[in-house]
T-cell receptor
């Protein structure tokens, strides 16, 4: 099993450009999450999904959109990138949201917006 | 607001014991997680506590006191590979994880 995979691993964008980050999981998990991680700060939840076809906003959703058309995939889109979106983005999945089911993380995407 | 505090950085010696503390104030509590994150890598699950007390797992133990809003992660027989950041996270009343900024642990020979 590959677990949680993310593409791409690295990306450099210019301000105003758009891109989509892809997350895939092969563990048949219902829940999927997108986080960003910035120096000196904890992981912050951008958007999450509790099942195929559903999405919800997290703590910092502005400037991002998501889609969960298939259970195994969760896409994060940046329509018009800004330098403030320079960050490391992690996707995670879990069987459900209950405490005993930990979140499994992908390797991350390092995004720089110039 | 919701807040999780943990020290920014700690240094310990190979073979020794270190305790990393975490205090939290959150809207509701449905458990506390500890994750390990090596530099440039993804966080990986270490432990989960929902009841007061100590959970032991090999060289790592995690303690929780819900009344004090306090947890610690205890690492014994430190090895160089334990050099990493340790993240404390609380599952709040909405079953969302609230994360601390992490404690960078430096192990010296």
């Amino acid at each position: 099993n590959a677990g949680v995979t993310q593409t791409p691993k690295f990306r450099v964008l210019k301000t105003g450009q758009s891109m989509t980050l892809l997350c895939a999981q092969d563990m048949n998990h219902e829940y999927m999450y997108w986080y960003r991680q910035d120096p000196g700060m904890g992981l912050r939840l951008i958007h999450y999904s509790v099942g195929e076809g559903t999405t919800a906003k997290g703590e910092v959703p502005d400037g991002y959109n998501v889609s969960r058309l298939k259970k195994q995939n969760f896409l994060l889109g940046l329509e018009s990138a800004a330098p403030s979106q320079t960050s490391v983005y992690f996707c995670a999945s879990s069987r459900d949201s209950s405490g005993v089911n930990e979140q499994f993380f992908g390797p991350g995407t390092r995004l720089t917006v110039l | 607001g919701q807040n999780i505090d943990q020290p920014t950085e700690m240094t310990a010696t190979e073979g020794a014991i270190v305790q990393i503390n975490c205090t939290y104030q959150t809207s509701g509590f449905n458990g506390l997680f500890w994750y390990q994150q090596h530099a440039g890598e993804a966080p990986t699950f270490l432990s989960y506590n929902v009841l007061d007390g100590l959970e032991e797992k090999g060289r790592f133990s995690s303690f929780l006191s819900r009344s004090k809003g306090y947890s610690y992660l205890l690492l014994k027989e430190l090895q160089m590979k334990d050099s990493a950041s340790y993240l404390c996270a609380v599952l709040d009343s909405n079953y969302q994880l609230i994360w601390g900024a992490g404690t960078k642990l430096i192990i010296k020979p």
